[in-house]
């Protein structure tokens, strides 16, 4: 999990502040978010070439003091969650577009941080 690897990550959630709860409708909330932010980050670069983060994900990010391995410890998590939820439908390809959606995202989010 990402508390395993990053339990500072912890601070980052007010959510977590009682640890993960797979019943807490606020984790599961931005569980969601973060899966439509990386699907619709595909969405762009399918239809634009390019991602582009809202300037208020820079915003939150740097306040919440995010880092670069923040953003990998989240990866890591997310395409595991994806490869759970898929199967046996789960390829190298899809495997791969999901970390190139995720990796586009995060790189428009940290440009947004600056």
Not at 77 to 100: H, N, P, Q, R
Request: hydrophobic share 45%; no cysteine; aromatic share 8%.
């Amino acid at each position: 999990s990402v508390l395993e690897k990053a339990p500072e990550a912890k601070d980052k959630f007010s959510f977590l502040a009682n640890g993960v709860d797979a019943n807490n409708t606020k984790l599961t909330a931005h569980a969601e978010k973060l899966f439509g932010m990386v699907r619709d980050a595909a969405i762009q670069l399918r239809t634009k070439g390019a991602v582009v983060a809202e300037a208020s994900l820079g915003s939150v990010h740097t306040q919440k003091g995010v880092s670069d391995a923040h953003f990998a410890v989240l990866k890591e998590a997310f395409l595991k969650t994806i490869k759970e939820a898929v199967g046996d439908k789960w390829s190298d390809d899809l495997s791969k577009a999901w970390e190139v959606a995720y990796d586009q995202m995060a790189a428009a989010i940290k440009k947004a941080m600056k």
